[in-house]
């Protein structure tokens, strides 16, 4: 589709200015940093004109407006995907050959808005994508994170971290916007003010420390349709007069201890995926950038509406796991201290306001906040956390009288600990999974008693994933045949299009088409391989591909493990026929994750092992790719053969990697888990690879303390041998100790920890089994492109369009905008 707004010689002259007004430099003279630089700023010109008209556009329909809260927005680049958006890349591209510039290499200068860990955050801006792409009025709320995800560099096969000054060159797409600052207050205490003449209670927070939480706002580009949302990220500074007043006061110490605040408040992410550590400054992080966007939200409505009982009308807080859901008693807070609401009203409203989804059954997951580190830090919303409970107890024990197990497992406040979950559930009208078989568990597991007492707040939906960047942009061969076959481009924005390709798995050129654009994606990622690690792939072995976070649950121990047993496989008998397989990694493991890297590490030393073994004849490989991320992503999608989504059943919610594989045509090779589940009954389990221990199998055995791997280990020589190699120096020169920590979790019961937590050796054999199959279906090779295309052609449903359709109908109910774009004679475009 081409942008007729988008005339390629205004373009051009506009990126010449850019590059003299910003840096005095001509095209030529400028680096790549420089231009990457001066097209954004002309892009951004671009945008702002929509972006105008988008919000002009909801001034005057007045439409509902989701916030959808989350600690983490994993966008990646944006210029890419903003031309994608705007429709106008192939302009843009060709324009920039003509000055000379390749469009690609002016990406790649990008670093990645890499304000999240993995699936969640990723997911957070998937959804921003497709609200915009659909019309949806949305912000996203979060946090400016001054460091993003550390960068990961491999030293010695070992994950070295490094900061990831992702600001460090400046963000040409973001606006500060200093006017609509809020401050948010930490600490002190509560004094209780009677007014006689009202007859009203007053709480009043007195010395404590704030910050000022400024906004910057990020431009989300609907697809080719004008509608530019925003995502909202908050900044930290300190209060300035409050300051001086303070020095002015001696109090010089709280003036520093302020600065001190606002500067380590938005410092850094934390690093950790699925796990809650705890700490302090975490909860400091999640109760800035709630009480900020909730504050904003309420302001903004009250600019228009006078009565904040219709809030619910205009207004939901989607809060995006329990990460910020003190936003249910930072609403409460607001309407009864500023609003001077009773309780029953405030708690009418906040109840139809806010809804929460949960991201994961793992207890080590779950947060909960020690009451004295929660009550110090914010005693007010400690109060009104105390009295939610109080109110709710009541209930359980009007409901379930006599019943006291019922309020010890359902209380917010228990244990000397705040249950967040219990406060998002309490606390919203609907508590979502992400996926089918995660929600069924969630209700018969461990959500089972609140499903019993609110079983109409329940619903799941199914996550899903752009293919705006990880179709059109990330696989642009893959795209244009797509469109060329379909002869419409119409997927782009209805994904479901998709299955129109199904005829073409009976189409013997067609397969051999797709299955050449995959070979070519294959060439591509093998240049970045050769590039990033100095290893040589061959393109024409079968990419079988684990790119995730590091997990133990995500089990890429299993995987390399496997690999061990294949080695020994080839090196025992070499005559045997085996196809030759390049298996490649890619995952951070949290900083403080030990056992994580030590699986890093055995990947990296398995593949020093066998990657340079003549006498395997290449026929395996093993590459570690170093900072896996979304623009890498994007490139390693395309060129999968096999997607690896091998997590212990029942522990991935929904994964979207998975869908992401799918939509570029790779079979699954994975467990009955998560999304899978979904994917299979789309694609057919004839298109998929499955094996192992369903979900019900491994709550089962966890029911009843486990299962016993030793027996395994003592009856299979060839698990029984990759296990020993762990600790007989095998990959690691002689060293018995560098993996006896991993040897151990598999065999022995240590520190309340079962023995094989996740099930490796009890999959083990099936895992290999299912890897045969893969083998030798990929030998057919019209086979395996028919599997590989109906990959594509059935992956409709993972669209976050429709996802986000089902929130609208289910939960939001959000009014759809159309805005009609500015013709601005003046402006260029
Ligand atoms: C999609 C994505 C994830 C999530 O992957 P899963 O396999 O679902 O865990 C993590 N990181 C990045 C960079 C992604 O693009």
Redesign the pocket.
């Known amino acids: 589709m081409y942008n007729p707004r988008f005339d390629k010689k205004t373009f051009k002259k506009e990126v010449k200015n850019n590059v003299k007004s910003l840096y005095r430099k001509t095209v030529e003279e400028a680096t790549p940093q420089q231009l990457f630089q001066a097209v954004s700023f002309a892009v951004k010109e671009a945008i702002i004109d929509d972006w105008i008209a988008t919000q002009n556009q909801y001034k005057k329909d007045d439409p509902k407006i989701v916030y959808y809260m989350s600690m983490e927005f994993?966008m990646?680049r944006a210029l890419g995907n903003n031309l994608i958006n705007m429709t106008a890349y192939k302009e843009v591209q060709e324009a920039l050959d003509e000055m000379g510039i390749d469009l690609n290499a002016i990406e790649d200068e990008e670093p990645d808005a890499?304000l999240?860990?993995?699936?969640?955050?990723?997911?957070a801006a998937c959804f921003l994508d497709s609200l915009a792409s659909l019309g949806y009025a949305a912000y996203g709320c979060g946090i400016r994170y001054k460091y993003g995800m550390f960068k990961q560099k491999i030293e010695d096969g070992y994950q070295v971290e490094t900061p990831d000054n992702w600001l460090k060159d400046g963000n040409p797409f973001e606006l500060r916007r200093e006017e609509y600052a809020k401050e948010v207050r930490f600490g002190g205490n509560i004094r209780v003010e009677y007014d006689v003449t009202t007859g009203k209670t007053h709480f009043v927070q007195e010395n404590y420390e704030s910050v000022m939480a400024i906004p910057y706002d990020m431009p989300i580009v609907g697809y080719g349709n004008h509608v530019v949302n925003t995502l909202r990220i908050w900044d930290a500074k300190a209060i300035v007069d409050f300051q001086l007043e303070s020095f002015d006061r001696g109090d010089y110490h709280k003036a520093v201890e302020q600065e001190n605040l606002a500067k380590t408040i938005v410092e850094v992410l934390y690093p950790n995926?699925n796990h809650y550590a705890g700490k302090e400054l975490r909860l400091k992080q999640q109760y800035f950038f709630v009480s900020a966007s909730i504050q904003a939200a309420v302001a903004k409505y009250k600019k228009t509406h006078s009565d904040l009982h219709k809030l619910p009308e205009k207004v939901t807080f989607q809060m995006n796991d329990t990460h910020p859901t003190v936003a249910v008693a930072e609403l409460m807070r607001i309407l009864l201290d500023e609003e001077n609401m009773e309780w029953d009203e405030a708690w009418e409203i906040t109840t139809k306001t806010c809804a929460y989804t949960n991201h994961t059954i793992m207890s080590e997951a779950l947060e909960k906040w020690p009451i004295d580190l929660f009550s110090r830090l914010l005693p007010r919303v400690y109060q009104i956390i105390q009295e939610i409970d109080r109110r709710f107890v009541i209930k359980i024990r009007e409901m379930y009288p006599g019943n006291e197990e019922k309020v010890r497992k359902m209380a917010i406040l228990y244990n000397n600990q705040v249950r967040m979950a219990h406060l998002a559930i309490v606390g919203g009208f609907s508590v979502n999974g992400v996926a089918r078989l995660h929600t069924e568990i969630l209700k018969q597991q461990e959500l089972r008693d609140f499903y019993e007492m609110m079983p109409s707040k329940f619903n799941n939906k199914t996550?899903g994933?752009t293919q705006r960047r990880?179709l059109k942009h990330g696989n642009p061969l893959l795209a244009d045949w797509v469109t060329e076959k379909l002869g419409t481009e119409d997927w782009v924005t209805n994904l479901s299009l998709m299955e129109g390709l199904k005829p073409l798995a009976e189409d013997t050129k067609a397969l051999a088409e797709f299955m050449d654009i995959k070979y070519k994606n294959k060439e591509r990622l093998a240049k970045y391989i050769l590039e990033h690690n100095g290893v040589s792939v061959d393109p024409r072995s079968i990419f079988d591909v684990?790119?995730?976070?590091l997990?133990e649950y995500?089990r890429q121990l299993l995987n390399i493990l496997h690999v061990m047993y294949l080695y020994n496989q080839i090196k025992e008998h070499p005559e045997m026929s085996f196809y030759p397989r390049t298996f490649i990694f890619g995952a951070k493991a949290s900083a403080g994750y030990i056992r994580a890297k030590e699986i890093i590490k055995l990947i990296n030393s398995v593949a020093d092992v066998v990657n340079n073994d003549r006498s395997i004849n290449g026929k395996l490989k093993v590459v570690f790719i170093e900072d896996?991320?979304?623009s890498?992503?994007?490139i390693i999608?395309a060129a999968a053969d096999v997607s690896e989504?091998i997590s212990t059943a029942s522990k991935?919610a929904?994964?979207?990697?998975?869908?992401?594989f799918m939509l570029n045509g790779a079979p699954t090779l994975g467990t009955m888990d998560?999304a899978n589940v979904e994917i299979v009954e789309e694609v057919g389990i004839e298109n998929a690879f499955i094996f192992g221990l369903s979900s019900d199998e491994v709550i089962n055995y966890e029911n009843n303390g486990g299962y016993n791997p030793v027996e395994i280990y003592n009856n299979d020589p060839d698990i029984h041998r990759v296990v020993d190699q762990l600790i007989d120096g095998t990959y690691s020169n002689g060293d018995t100790e560098m993996y006896r920590d991993l040897y151990n979790s598999l065999l022995k019961a240590q520190g309340g920890a079962r023995a094989d937590m996740y099930f490796i050796l009890k999959d083990f054999r099936a895992y290999a089994d299912a890897q045969k199959r893969v083998e030798e279906a990929y030998k057919d090779t019209e086979g395996w492109a028919k599997k590989a295309l109906l990959n594509t052609a059935c992956c409709g449903k993972f669209t976050s369009d429709r996802t986000i359709q089902e929130y609208v109908d289910d939960i939001w109910h959000l009014d759809k905008v159309k805005v009609e774009p500015i013709i601005d004679q003046t402006s260029q475009y």
């Open positions: 994993l990646g890499a999240g860990n993995g699936g969640l955050g990723r997911l995926d996550n994933i990880f684990q790119v995730k976070r997990h995500k896996y991320r979304v890498n992503a994007e999608f989504q991935e929904s994964g979207t990697g998975n869908m992401k998560g």
